[in-house]
Nanobody, 115 residues
Framework: QGQFVESGGGLVQPGGSLRLSCIGS????????MAWYRQAPGEQLRLIASIRYTMEESYVRSVRGRFTISRNNAEETLYLQMNDLKPEDTAVYFCNTNPSGGGEWGQGTLVTVSS
């Protein structure tokens, strides 16, 4: 079963930036469509950005233009560059395959946007 380890979260002020990383293992990373998901307090887990094995990117409207997903297949690592962060971006962020289920959910990384 594949596994993911997310990192890079933290406390940031509105308008700030963070870069999240996710290392995947045992999932044949380079052949998989991957995605970032987030779960805000009291809400369901939602997919927010995806990148196909072909490098085609897709974003939900709420993060489009502010977030950039990327991947390094040689290092089996998925990234999420987050700029112009807003309080509503506060959530635990996870990575997984797209659709999810290609690996066990990791612990996620907490992003808190607050002044």
């Amino acid at each position: 079963q594949g596994q993911f380890v997310e990192s890079g979260g933290g406390l940031v002020q509105p308008g700030g930036s963070l870069r999240l990383s996710c290392i995947g293992s045992r999932i044949y990373f380079e052949n998989r469509d991957m995605a970032w998901y987030r779960q805000a307090p009291g809400e369901q887990l939602r997919l927010i950005a995806s990148i196909r094995y072909t490098m085609e990117e897709s974003y939900v409207r709420s993060v489009r233009g502010r977030f950039t997903i990327s991947r390094n297949n040689a290092e089996e690592t998925l990234y999420l560059q987050m700029n112009d962060l807003k309080p509503e971006d506060t959530a635990v962020y996870f990575c997984n395959t797209n659709p999810s289920g290609g690996g066990e959910w990791g612990q996620g990384t907490l992003v808190t946007v607050s002044s």
